[in-house]
């Protein structure tokens, strides 16, 4: 009876569990006994059962979050482990501040089918989440002591030598990271950097909680050496946006180093730091916020194809952290579900932005349903923190959000257009087509009137010009109604510019100048400065095209010379379209606008002498620079080869020679970095002349046809917006 009520303990030849030691060192243990491990380090191998698993919360059961510890990280992060606690505690039995929560069907659970049933729900621990979404998963999370167990072979901090370590730095265009520390910049700089960031990119993208991540952030640049991998990740992500905001007298002035070596030596620490962090296989939101951005500060200096498959890896991490379910459904607090709201509709943006530099459709399926995230809320950064105990209420006037929010709301407009593009059975190929040349102009008017008066009552007739962050909030909102209703009447509908209805021509030259002279006050008002860093990613290369053709064709167009003065400034504001001619748009819209200033000439030719603008002698002294080029590129070619360059239709053949130096023709873009990007063009400018249909006389200067289609082609292969 005794043996039968106390069997004997049966030890088996060979644990089912970790030793105390791999356990703790968070390695993967054999379960030989001794283990491998700790043999090959002499140490003791103690096998020692895991406590029982902990009881899973109810549905809506409140529990200790994110609140203020993932990214309040202020010791946890920054230090490397956990944050003090709270005054209110949670449960003494659990090992983390974060807890695993789920959404059951509608079902009990004594209903389920034991096996059968997936159950949706957020790992969380040690800085990390993960969801889990599939039946497999579900199962093998159940088998886990602690759910939290499965993110134990993903953390991004450990630093033991026998974790699994993959160097992913070839993603980022560098060298493989070092194992050794990184070169912080000086405490001092430090400060000023913060300051940058928080003064010019935070109100632009809101990717991060600055009341709760500044506590944490100057603790960790007092103690640089214990600094988590994941938050040394943020803080150089942080130290070169802030650069990449600084125009070169800024740089030299705020921070005492030239701005182009410094950015090089930040962007390069940042690059290490992310793949320190194990990036592509992170399940930490600091290491994604640190991802976004860095693709927000390296946007001019990755080619826009790179950049782009950079942002589908943050958007692959995000997903497979749930961000693309609303944390409401996933029984997530209400300041982790905001955060996350953030991070999740900016990374959509600027996938959709990136995507369209790299000739993909301006408006394209965002994919919204009704698990995704709900557009962040409206409201002060100071009214959203940790352990707030109910969702934030949306404020009813401008806030900090304000230009983000615009920008959502403008993202939400456009996936319900392209949604009910899709219902009506059209290929999402056609979009842009449609939209621009076959749709129903009057449905769509009625659309862009609806979304400008939604802007309006909700934000725009509050705005203050006087306040920096309201201006460029209406500037960008009336640039995208303006941008909107010039795509609805693209100039591509017309015959030729003088065959289209007055009306209409007068309408589409009015919203093109109207387009220009925002974009010039974006880069022209001094209290705008702080955000010019933004404005160099919103130029309206059709509405400027559009103008220069229309000045072309009829040189006496009103407002001809208010147009000429935007035409000026645009390209004084904008330099890279003076020294940058390998890309195809630079050399044909200067060509444009030379043809378009001749006609200006001699219309005002006898009525006053016209002095040449500088820029305009610019472009002529660029011109000539060129051609001498092309002519000795061809002698010398010719000389050697046989070959003669001067037409695209040639470049194949052309691209497999070399000229007497040796150097290969084909242009290779390097960046300030070093790095190169090629253009599929030869050195050559490239004959322009097909560009418009028909002689170039004066009488016949309105009856030629821009060839829209290959402008779109310039735009899609110089990889500009």
């Given at each position: 009876m005794g043996t039968a009520r106390n069997p004997p303990l049966i030890v088996p030849s060979r644990p089912t569990f970790a030793c105390v030691r791999c356990s703790g060192r968070k390695v993967k243990c054999d379960r030989h006994i001794p283990c491998t491990a700790c043999v090959k380090h002499g140490a003791e191998c103690v096998f020692q059962p895991p406590p029982p698993p902990r009881r899973r919360r109810r549905p809506g059961a409140a529990g200790p979050s994110i609140d203020g510890r993932e990214y309040p990280q202020t010791r946890l992060q920054a230090q490397g482990h956990s944050p003090k606690e709270s005054s209110n505690p949670p449960d003494t039995n659990s090992r983390s501040h974060l807890s695993s929560r789920e959404i059951r069907g509608s079902q009990s659970s004594s209903s389920e089918p034991s096996g059968s049933v997936s159950k949706t729900q957020v790992i969380q621990g040690r800085g990390q989440s993960m969801l889990?979404?599939?039946?497999?998963?579900?199962?093998?999370?159940?088998?886990?002591?602690d759910p939290e167990d499965a993110l134990r072979r993903s953390s991004d901090d450990s630093s033991d030598a026998e974790t699994?370590?993959?160097?992913?730095?070839?993603?980022?265009?560098?060298?493989?990271?070092?194992?050794?520390?990184l070169l912080h910049?000086?405490?001092?700089?430090?400060?000023?950097l913060w300051r940058t960031f928080v003064e010019n990119v935070d109100p632009l993208s809101k990717v991060v909680h600055i009341p709760t991540l500044e506590k944490a952030f100057h603790e960790a640049a007092n103690q640089v050496d214990t600094v988590s991998r994941s938050f040394e990740a943020l803080m150089f992500a942080i130290y070169s946006a802030a650069v990449m905001s600084l125009s070169d007298v800024e740089c030299k002035e705020r921070l005492h180093e030239p701005r182009k070596p410094l950015r090089s030596r930040l962007m390069a620490a940042t690059k290490a730091a992310l793949s320190r962090a194990n990036f592509m296989s992170t399940a930490s939101l600091v290491v994604l916020q640190a991802l976004v951005i860095h693709i927000i500060s390296a946007r001019d200096m990755y080619e826009p194809r790179a950049l782009w498959t950079l942002t589908g890896v943050a958007a692959r991490l995000a997903n497979g952290m749930g961000l693309?379910?609303?944390?409401?459904?996933?029984?997530?607090?209400?300041?982790?579900?905001?955060?996350?709201?953030?991070?999740w509709w900016f990374l959509k943006a600027q996938d959709l932005q990136n995507a369209e530099l790299c000739g993909l459709p301006k408006f394209r399926d965002v994919g919204l349903s009704s698990d995704s995230p709900r557009r962040p809320t409206n409201i002060n950064d100071i009214e959203l923190y940790p352990g707030m105990p109910v969702s934030p209420v949306e404020s009813g006037s401008l806030?900090?959000?304000?230009?983000?929010?615009?920008r959502y709301d403008l993202l939400w407009f456009a996936d319900a257009r392209v949604a009910k593009f899709r219902h009506q059975g059209k290929s999402l190929s056609q979009w842009d087509q449609d939209f621009a040349s076959g749709g129903d102009k009057a449905e769509t008017d009625q659309g862009v009137k609806e979304i400008e008066e939604h802007l309006e009552k909700k934000y725009l007739r509050r705005c203050d010009p006087s306040q920096p962050l309201q201006l460029m909030s209406m500037l960008m909102a009336r640039a995208a109604i303006d941008t909107l209703r010039f795509m609805t009447h693209h100039p591509r509908r017309w015959t030729s510019i003088n065959q289209a209805p007055p009306f209409e021509r007068q309408w589409v030259w009015e919203v093109s100048i109207r387009l220009l002279e925002q974009r010039d006050m974006l880069q022209s008002n001094p209290s705008l400065n702080k955000f010019a860093w933004h404005?160099?990613?919103?130029?309206?290369?059709p509405a400027f095209i559009h103008v220069l053709d229309s000045l072309r064709a009829n040189p006496s167009t009103p407002d001809a010379e208010k147009a000429w003065r935007l035409i000026a400034n645009t390209f004084e504001n904008n330099m890279s379209m003076f020294s940058d001619s390998r890309k195809p748009i630079h050399r044909a819209v200067r060509s444009l606008c030379l043809k378009a200033y001749d006609a200006h000439k001699l219309q005002r030719n006898g009525v006053y002498a016209l002095q040449t603008p500088a820029f305009i002698l610019k472009l002529r002294q660029q011109q000539e620079v060129e051609k001498i080029k092309r002519q000795a590129c061809s002698e010398a070619t010719t000389a050697s080869t046989g070959l003669k360059y001067?037409?695209?239709?040639?470049?194949e053949d052309a691209a497999q020679h070399e000229d007497a130096g040796g150097q290969n023709q084909r242009f290779e873009h390097v960046n300030e970095h070093g790095s190169e990007a090629e253009h599929p063009y030869t050195i050559e400018d490239i004959d322009l002349g097909f560009l418009l249909a028909g002689d170039g006389s004066a009488d016949n200067r309105a009856y030629q046809t821009i060839n829209w289609e290959q402008w779109d082609l310039f735009l899609a292969d110089s990889k500009i917006n």
């Open positions: 889990i979404d599939n039946s497999l998963w579900s199962r093998v999370v159940e088998e886990f002591h699994l370590n993959d160097d992913f730095s070839f993603v980022l265009g560098g060298p493989p990271s070092s194992r050794t520390k910049p000086p405490p001092q700089q430090v400060h000023e693309d379910r609303d944390g409401t459904l996933l029984g997530l607090p209400p300041f982790e579900t905001e955060l996350r709201r953030r991070v806030t900090d959000m304000t230009f983000l929010a615009i404005a160099a990613f919103t130029m309206q290369w001067g037409t695209i239709s040639n470049q």
